[in-house]
């Protein structure tokens, strides 16, 4: 794949043009990336489940596979940094492989051959991040990353949410039409694989990537980096091992709600979703301007609150509460998880700082459900609400002991 020589990014070309052409385009694959986001846990669990009777350890395969592609993203990196190409057209390849991988996953007629495109298809396709934060840092002036990525995020979400819906309705009419609706997210793979080599980009190279060792020794060599990676490591598993607990709180009637299945996607998803898109911008708009650690602390209240609230009571209108906490956490979640390491990490190194983020991501994500559902069958859900409010409060603290660090003063803010 020869890089494009409209969209490669020359020393001549002025920032904010670069910037501009990037965010163009970017908001141009937002509803397309918004499609498969929607359609890996959503529609590849209903399938396994209802099209081919899959058993539970490949109902939990399915859950867990984003988690381990990110695991994989250091390796992914090393490998992409020795072929010399566009960072985009790196990733225009992670695209088309995942919708190829799809497409061969709608034509399966067992369950094996089901897996084993569609799991392929989601670990592929979480190998972008830790090589698209090169682009946004490189592209976007520091003070109009969050704004530029909230909004490409919130039109991501819309046409995630479109997508849900519209499919599940069609799955509900007839369930024989699902080859239709993973050959849609394959396809939609395919365009967004021709729409992101057009992203303004520079040649890959080994010093950026690094190699996956390399990488992982920066959470012992930078000890703010490994630092931070600890709080969120304790935040995360806090925040991670207790949303698939929430459909079982919900529906479970040992716990006295015994809410109905649209109640429960009421109050899991759709509750969230739309605080969510409704704070993303705000989010986006004061990560631009505000400290980063104050900004990082109030997303992490909203998380505890969140928390502590629903696993606490039985109310229908307090569970709402407490989902729209959830909802207004993650909209500003998601900018920090994917923004974060800018704030850190030297420039030229912004892409291995992020493939370790995302490994520990993977770590976490694919091990705290688990510890989640083992500590509400050994406790009740509000005892298992306050181990997780332990952990993130812990993280709270570790947070505030930094928020003097000298890397984070304005002029670091500002480069």
């Known amino acids: 794949m020869n890089p494009n020589p409209i969209a490669r990014q020359t020393p001549a070309e002025p920032r904010s043009e670069i910037a501009r052409l990037t965010y163009r385009y970017e908001c141009l694959r937002a509803p397309l990336h918004g499609f498969a986001e929607a359609g890996w846990i959503t529609f590849g669990l209903l399938i396994a489940i209802r099209v081919f009777e899959a058993p539970d350890i490949w109902k939990a395969a399915i859950a867990s596979a984003g988690f381990l592609g990110l695991l994989l993203n250091s390796l992914s990196l090393t490998v992409a940094g020795r072929t010399g190409w566009r960072t985009t057209s790196v990733v225009a390849l992670y695209m088309a492989c995942t919708g190829l991988c799809l497409l061969l996953s709608a034509a399966a007629v067992n369950l094996g ?11 592929i396709f979480t190998q972008q991040p830790s090589h698209m934060i090169m682009v946004y840092s490189r592209n976007y002036a520091p003070r109009e ?20 819906f519209v499919g599940g309705k ?53 000890k703010l980096f490994g630092f931070m990676l600890t709080a969120w490591m304790l935040l995360g598993f806090g925040n991670l091992m207790m949303i698939p607990l929430r459909v079982e709180y919900l529906a479970n009637p040992q716990y006295g709600i015994n809410a109905s299945n649209e109640t429960v996607a009421l109050l899991t998803f759709i509750l ?68 974060w390491v ?30 989640g559902f083992w500590l509400i069958l050994h406790a009740d859900p509000s005892l298992t609400s306050y181990f997780s409010a332990t952990l993130i409060l812990i993280s709270f603290g570790m947070f505030v002991t930094i928020r003097r660090h000298p890397r984070f003063s304005d002029e670091s803010l500002t480069g």
């Open 170 to 222: 069609v799955l509900d009419w007839r369930l024989g039409l699902w080859p239709a609706i993973i050959g849609i997210m394959g396809g939609a793979c395919l365009l967004n694989a021709l729409i992101v080599r057009m992203v303004p980009s520079e040649p890959m190279t080994r010093e950026t990537a690094g190699n996956p060792f390399r990488n992982l020794s920066l959470m012992w060599q930078d």
């Open 272 to 339: 969230p979703s739309i605080v969510r898109m409704a704070s993303t911008k705000v989010w986006g708009a004061l990560f631009d301007r505000m400290h980063f650690i104050p900004w990082r602390l109030c997303v992490n209240f909203c998380f505890l609150a969140s928390i502590l609230l629903f696993f606490n009571t039985t109310s229908l209108v307090w569970l709402a509460v407490a989902s729209a906490l959830d909802g207004l956490g993650r909209g500003g979640g998601l900018i920090a998880w994917n923004l």
């Open 145 to 164: 990353r969050g704004h530029r990525l909230s909004t490409v995020m919130l039109i991501a979400a819309g046409g995630g949410m479109a997508f849900s």
């Open 342 to 371: 800018t704030k850190v990490a030297p420039p030229d190194k912004v892409s291995a700082y992020m493939s370790v983020h995302t490994a520990m991501t993977g770590l976490r994500g694919t091990v705290a459900p688990f510890v």
């Open 113 to 123: 051959m089901f897996l084993a495109a569609f799991l392929l298809a989601h670990i």
